[in-house]
């Protein structure tokens, strides 16, 4: 008797599985922070900065997209995605905030996010899958 699909295939099949789940997952905290982002200026949605395996201090100017709260800035997005797609399954990715002011909003500092917007997107999404 012999194998009809090798064993290596199937290896191979769970790594691809688990690069696009962590890409999928990824993705979904990416635009979820993005949503969430309370609504000045712009500058602090269009700040949120995606790595892999490493962190960064990178901050960007404001991009200038004053639309409401819970509208995607597909810029920011966009960028992030491209790190996004460079991650495969046992890396880290860090999507993070770098503006002076982040930590403050993240605790309720705006009427547009008084519980925060990292956190409460991270237990959306673990919710999902778990």
Known sequence: ??????PTNFA??????????????SAEMLQGVIL?????????????RVTVNQTTTETVP????KAPKGTLDQQT?????????QAKIGDTVYIQNNL????RLENG?????PSGIYALTFLSVASKYK
């Open 1 to 6: 008797m012999s194998w009809k699909n090798p």
């Open 12 to 25: 191979l099949q769970i790594l691809k599985d688990g690069d696009e789940h962590l890409r999928r997952v």
């Open 36 to 48: 969430a982002s309370p609504v000045d200026e712009g500058g602090f949605r269009c700040n949120h």
């Open 62 to 65: 404001s991009n200038g997209n």
């Open 77 to 85: 997005f966009n960028d992030g995605a491209k790190e996004i797609l």
């Open 100 to 103: 002076p002011y982040a930590l």
């Open 109 to 113: 500092w705006s009427q547009q996010a």
